[in-house]
């Protein structure tokens, strides 16, 4: 069995396009030595301006 978390990181739009209010390297290896696995990627930069965002999925063994 697993167990499941999600970290959501904000979206700043930018004349170049999209940027991330955070570093999420930094945040995945953090993650990793806790043990939990990064699984994807979520793609939420089509909702409004206040609610972009990409949602980040770690899961581990429980």
Request: glycine share 4%; charged share 35%.
């Amino acid at each position: 069995m697993y167990e499941y978390h999600i970290e959501s990181l904000r979206l700043t739009r930018r004349l170049e396009g999209f940027s991330l209010d955070q570093e999420y390297k930094q945040l995945i290896d953090t993650y990793a030595r806790e043990g939990w696995r990064f699984v994807q990627f979520v793609d939420l930069s089509g909702l409004t301006k206040e609610e972009q965002r990409i949602d980040l999925v770690f899961e581990r063994k429980k």
